[in-house]
């Protein structure tokens, strides 16, 4: 028997939740008909919701046994929601996805053919359009896009998502990034694994509202950039270089024309002079910034790398495949 879990981070969500449930209910049966041996638990997370959403969960685990939840003591954001979500799942398999149905569940069943014979470890959905978003949030995401894949190695796909059935290796090796300020598009990147993106077009949400607001998402994607790139921390280490250049050419100046016009050519060395302290200082800084970026990320800990495939498995996979 295989285990799936569907880890589900939900805050103030009475609305949606009754027709999550009945959705998810309805594709998972489908799913064990098609398949004789998987199981299915449902972990949905309540963080800190203000609404009915605590109560739900109960009158759901009342009725179905394969309902866990948590609930959070407060509002600690969808990245813990997820944190917690794939920590205490027991499948072999999980899938994280929202409640409030932009993430379809009809496209559980073709994750799982993807996932279920290790051909990839994540299967993914990838919007290709941004349809029922304001021109202006849609401008700013695609800037972050270009920023960020511009200064970080870790590559992040525009329209990615956090709507991901995943095997427990790859589950594994996002719960071994244990940094405290997460940011899950970036971490389900870094680790890696063989991901299938399916393309789809952007649903609404069909009963209560997103929980974003655009200075929400202006200071995640700060965080986003942060998490995983140092370069804003040694970005004074080129304005010194330029202010160097510029010093320089400012002293060239100043001494040619002290020889016709020596007020000027004073005023021009000042310059040039007042131009290379402020040089070598954010120099300074930037070379600070260097080691501290080099610090920060020792200090998170993150694994010195992970493990896609051995011999063993490879052996047991093929062992089972015969059976
Ligand atoms: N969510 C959460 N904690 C929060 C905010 C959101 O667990 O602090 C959940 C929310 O209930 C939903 C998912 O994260 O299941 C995505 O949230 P939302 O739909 O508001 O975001 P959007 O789809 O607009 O990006
Ligand atoms: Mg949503």
Redesign the pocket.
Same mark, same amino acid.
């Given at each position: 028997m295989k285990l799936i879990s569907v880890v589900?981070?939900?805050?103030?969500?009475q609305e949606v939740l009754p027709m999550f449930y009945d959705e998810i209910i309805k594709v998972t049966n489908g799913m064990k008909q098609e398949h004789s041996d998987i199981e299915f638990e449902f972990l949905f997370?309540n963080? =800190? $919701?203000k609404d009915r959403t605590l109560e739900i969960f109960r009158e759901l685990a009342d009725k179905d046994e394969r309902v866990r939840y948590i609930s959070f003591s407060r509002?600690? =954001?969808?990245e813990?929601?997820?944190y917690a979500g794939l920590k205490n799942s027991k499948g072999d398999f999980v899938v994280v996805?929202?409640?409030?149905l932009?993430h379809p569940p009809a496209f559980l069943p073709q994750m799982y053919n993807y996932v279920k014979d290790g051909e990839f470890d994540c299967a993914t959905t990838r919007r290709v359009s941004r349809t029922g978003e304001s021109k202006v949030r849609s401008f700013f995401a695609r800037m972050f896009y270009k920023i960020m894949n511009k200064i970080s190695q870790t590559e992040i796909v525009d329209g990615a998502q956090?709507f991901r059935f995943m095997s427990r290796q790859m589950v594994d090796a996002v719960l071994s990034m244990s940094e405290y300020n997460r940011f899950s598009k970036g971490i389900f990147s870094w680790v890696g694994f063989r991901v299938q993106y399916m393309p789809y077009e952007n649903v609404e949400?069909p009963a =209560? !509202? !997103? $929980?974003?607001s655009f200075w929400g998402l202006f200071k995640y994607s700060l965080e986003g950039i942060m998490a995983f790139s140092t370069a804003p921390l040694s970005f004074s280490i080129f304005l010194a270089i330029f202010g160097a250049i510029l010093s320089v050419l400012f002293v060239i100046a100043g001494i040619i024309t002290t020889i016709f016009l020596p007020a000027l050519g004073a005023a021009l060395l000042v310059i040039g002079a007042l131009l290379l302290v402020g040089a070598v200082q954010l120099g300074c800084t930037g070379i600070l910034g260097m080691y501290l970026g080099k610090t920060y990320m020792e200090v998170k800990n993150r694994p010195i790398y992970l493990t896609g495939e051995t011999d063993e498995m490879y052996r047991e996979r093929k062992k089972n495949s015969s059976k």
């Open positions: 589900v981070p939900c805050y103030n969500e997370i963080d =800190g $919701s509002n600690f =954001g969808k813990a929601g997820m996805m929202d409640a409030d932009q956090d949400r =209560g !509202t !997103t $929980s974003w």
